[in-house]
């Protein structure tokens, strides 16, 4: 089997050559093997992320698409931006600050994104600790390489990615409501606007996904997620107020024939038990191990394993990045053994990769997979 078919036999209930595997380097390791500042790929796009991903897929041969979701500031479906112009307020050796300004009304974002040299950009930065003045008085215009938008963009990677995985699109909706200590304390103080919120994202999402389904090409699935649901939102609050719209979302997608994808970091048991028996998800991941999580893969697969894909799940400091090879290995094969049988499995890390993961300890996830992970 290709990539791909590997993938699609996975996700469609069937079973596969060998179990998919399909580590989370979505970042730091494409950008790193530029040998570029991070900067240049994430504010210049010089490579953009998406093909720095691409030539790191090529690199290792592992069944990829899942972590493939950088498409660029146009809404894929309808073509819109939001109009707003991303300027440069700061810079240093090591860092550039920047701050989004709407030419059509002359208003700033309040929050910058800080991009770095050696690390993926952190948002919601407060200007004040670089001392720029608000609204800024000096900025510089952001270089970007050019490249197509919006859904040719997105039919440009597609055609890259190939027979080597499978590509997805958003459907629209998201685990996450609250996100920070300031949502929750807004959801108390008044939580009718968030409830609107919901609703509209739900709505808006099922509009989405129905022009998804027009397109000539489609994604092979759509993702539905949200890094840390049950961090700042208690497994009551999901219930009641997430739970709802992801029932209509993964069932419209299903009845339409596209596989839906959630990613939720963090503490998910919970959110398994309520996705796998009250929606129609395909796929769940990245399955976290205390302690960043609480997921076992056994008993996880033991109880699910026929109703949904499971996707993860090795420890990505202790097993990928401090562990050796026959750790790596080791640990493959657990998770193997654990998930494995009938299919519906797909061999993943707990979350992503850090930069200094070394390449043989990737390499030995994915060579194990391919060989003790036959069927």
């Keep these: 089997m290709t990539n791909r078919q590997r993938l699609l036999t996975v996700l469609n209930g069937g079973i596969p050559d060998s179990v998919p595997v399909s580590p989370d380097f979505s970042n ?17 796009k010089d490579p953009p992320l998406w093909k720095a991903y691409l030539d790191a897929m090529r690199f290792f041969g592992n069944d990829a698409g899942f972590e493939l979701y950088d498409y660029g500031p146009v809404d894929v479906v309808d073509g819109t931006s939001s109009g707003t112009e991303e300027r440069i307020v700061h810079r240093d050796a090591e860092r550039i600050l920047t701050q989004a300004f709407d030419p059509r009304t002359g208003e700033w974002s309040r929050l910058g994104i800080l991009y770095s040299s050696a690390n993926p950009p952190v948002e919601r930065v407060d200007p004040d600790r670089f001392g720029v003045p608000q609204p800024p008085r000096e ?12 859904y040719d963009l997105w039919c440009v990677i597609k055609k890259e990615v190939g027979e080597s995985g499978i590509l997805g699109m958003s459907s629209g909706f998201g685990t996450v409501v609250l996100g920070s200590e300031r949502d929750v304390y807004s959801w108390y103080d008044d939580p009718k606007p968030w409830i609107e919120k919901i609703e509209r994202m739900t709505f808006d999402a099922l509009k989405r996904i129905d022009a998804i389904a027009r397109l000539p090409v489609k994604p092979d699935f759509l993702t539905c997620g949200g890094s840390g649901t049950l961090i700042f939102q208690t497994p009551d609050f999901v219930r009641d107020h997430v739970l709802p719209g992801l029932k209509k979302v993964t069932r419209r997608a299903k009845e339409l024939g596209i596989p839906t994808h959630v990613h939720s970091c963090g503490p998910e048991r919970k959110l398994i038990d309520m996705v796998v028996d009250e929606t129609d998800l395909t796929v769940i991941d990245p399955l976290e191990v205390p302690p960043m999580g609480d997921c076992n893969l056994s008993e996880i697969k033991k109880k699910y394993g026929d109703r949904i894909v499971l996707k993860g799940n090795l420890h990505t400091t ?27 499995f797909i061999l993943s890390t707990g979350d992503q990769c850090g930069r200094e993961t070394p390449f043989e300890n990737i390499r030995a996830m994915i060579e194990t997979a391919r060989t003790y992970g036959r069927y």
């Excluded at 730091?28 to 210049?44: R, V």
């Design 139 to 150: 900025w510089e215009n952001v270089n970007t390489k050019p490249q197509a938008k919006g």
């Design 318 to 344: 202790e097993v990928m990045l401090l562990g050796s090879v026959e750790d790596v290995i080791r640990k493959s094969r657990e998770a193997i053994d654990a998930a494995k049988p009938g299919g519906r």
């Design 28 to 44: 730091m390791i494409p950008c790193k093997m530029t040998g570029k500042p991070f900067w240049d790929i994430y504010l210049h």
